[in-house]
């Protein structure tokens, strides 16, 4: 794999961020006692449930996961370094710089240990993966700590990453920041086509390992999706203007699988959008409430579809780690919180603590009417997924 490494120095942006996955994600940081475990092994259909339109095109049997044949061999990290590379600024007038070099140092050890646990735990992207990070790694320097306010950035061009035999993507250009933003516990990680952002902070007396690989895992499911379905793209487009019958991948990943759920979820946003302008911005004309709650519910779509994508695939990941497989009751038994988080809402007009006030009042009719339409999209992911 070729690459060259500047750091400091930003990457160009990519034609990816203006395809259809290409929108800023984020993996947001939930209190503990919320994450998913897997529930015990029984398939149990869920009941029938209707969303705003009426039901999602009718499912065969649920596609269950498999376990592996025996749990994972995780990595056992071993001591420490940050005490021998940080000791130098222990001092009193240094205790600052201190603190920050230990936590870009534990961070980093976790990023190596996170490697290693993906690879090991197996699941159709795992190699790719942790050979990405491996790449990414290879450059980091466990001296050259981020600080509040000032990232690291790493810029690396002429990459490529193989997602499965006969399917290797190149990734002209990429950049790493590392940061340790202070202002919020929300987010770790957030990718914008090919730039990943990755949060040291909280410490990790907070977080555990397998929180981090899963926001590892998932901002590179993101990646993954969206290079994907970009390159499925062009090849439809170059068979639309004469060239040969385009040779689709990947189908898990590519936006026209899920076409059929669009105006289904888009209908069943609009009413919570309708409502929130009707609330938090009362001066609008009113005949324009109802064209942006439909344009609101558009954007949506595109968010929300390559979000529930990596979270279903990241619950797998997890599973599979705990040496489990993955039912419909697992589905069922998931945590959802980001539908209810307002930084999963695209919406100008309403911002902010306003947002979320209201995204949590409209929390039984998400239940009702949103979340069996992506649990259905999450469902028809597994259907394709290898």
């Not at 065969?60 to 056992?76: E, G, N």
């Not at 770790?188 to 981090?212: C, D, F, V, W, Y």
Request: hydrophobic letters at 35%; aromatic letters at 8%.
């Amino acid at each position: 794999m070729e690459k060259t490494v500047k750091a400091n120095e930003p990457s160009h942006a990519s034609a990816t961020q203006r395809a259809f996955f290409s929108t800023r994600r984020v993996t947001p940081f939930f209190p503990q006692t919320q994450y998913w475990t897997p529930a015990p092994h029984s398939i149990q259909r869920d009941p029938e449930q209707s969303g705003a339109t009426g039901n999602p095109p009718a499912q065969p049997a649920f596609p269950a996961v498999t376990a592996p044949a025996q749990a994972p061999t995780l990595a056992t990290p071993g001591p420490s370094q940050a005490t021998a590379i940080c000791g130098a600024w222990q001092t009193a007038p240094d205790r600052d710089i201190h603190s920050q070099c230990v936590f870009h140092v534990q961070f980093v050890e976790a990023m190596q240990q996170s490697r290693d646990n993906i690879r090991a735990v197996g699941t159709p992207y795992s190699t790719a993966i942790a050979d990405f990070y491996n790449t990414l790694l290879a450059a980091v320097s466990s001296t050259n700590h981020p600080a509040p306010g000032r990232a690291v950035r790493y810029s690396y061009s002429n990459l490529s990453i193989t997602v499965s035999s006969g399917v290797t993507l190149s990734v002209p250009n990429f950049e790493l920041i590392l940061e340790q933003d202070l202002s919020t516990t929300r987010s770790h990680g957030a990718i914008l086509g090919h730039t990943l952002t990755l949060n040291e902070m909280p410490p990790l007396s907070t977080r555990s390992q397998a929180e981090i690989e899963r926001t590892l895992y998932h901002e590179m499911i993101h990646f993954i999706s969206g290079e994907i379905d970009q390159l499925n793209r062009t090849r439809r487009q170059a068979a639309a203007a004469g060239g040969p019958p385009a040779q689709i991948v990947h189908p898990e990943f590519d936006s026209a699988t899920y076409a059929a759920f669009q105006p289904i979820l888009e209908t069943a946003l609009e009413p919570v959008f309708l409502r929130a302008l009707q609330q938090y911005a009362p001066t609008l004309d009113s005949q324009r409430m109802q064209p942006l709650a439909t344009a609101y519910a558009g954007l949506q779509w595109v968010t929300w579809l390559t979000e529930a994508i990596a979270r279903i695939e990241e619950a797998v990941y997890l599973a599979r780690r705990a040496g489990r497989g993955f039912t419909q009751t697992d589905l069922t038994a998931l945590p959802q919180a980001w539908l209810s988080t307002a930084p999963y809402w695209r919406n100008v007009h309403v911002t902010g603590t306003d947002l979320q006030t209201h995204i949590t009042s409209e929390q039984p009719y998400i239940t009702q009417n949103i979340l069996p339409i992506v649990r259905q999209i999450q469902t028809e992911y597994l259907r394709h997924r290898p």
